[in-house]
């Protein structure tokens, strides 16, 4: 008789703050996300997490996906935009995120958009 392994994921739960329709700039000599909006997106499933999932998200916010460059994610507690920020572009690093927020609380996510 064989051993059946059985492998057990842990679904979590986790918050995102979304920084969107604005653009990164620099005040008074620091990078930071300049303008827009900013919204709290409360119980995402790790399960389900990854870039099509976030561009779903942003649909809520009257973002179509065509209109957006580029996304980018950072740890809430590093300060500095040049060190922290990540792109996220892969479902690759959707897991960082959600390893991110289960440990700060929450991952926050930068939306930049093409030029008009």
């Known amino acids: 008789m064989g051993m059946l392994g059985v492998l057990l994921l842990k679904i979590v739960f986790f918050d995102i703050k979304v920084y969107h329709g604005g653009w990164f700039g620099y005040v008074n000599g620091s990078m930071r996300y300049v303008g827009g909006d900013t919204v709290i997106v409360e119980d995402n499933d790790s399960d389900f997490w990854c870039v099509f999932e976030a561009e779903e998200q942003l649909t809520r916010f009257g973002h179509a996906k065509e209109d957006i460059a580029a996304m980018w994610y950072k740890d809430p507690q590093v300060a500095e935009y040049e060190i ?15 390893r991110i927020a289960e440990e700060k609380g929450y991952v926050e996510l930068f939306v930049v958009h093409e030029a008009d």
Not at 85 to 94: G, Q
């Open 84 to 98: 922290g920020l990540m792109a996220f572009d892969s479902d690759r690093v959707a897991l960082d995120m959600v």
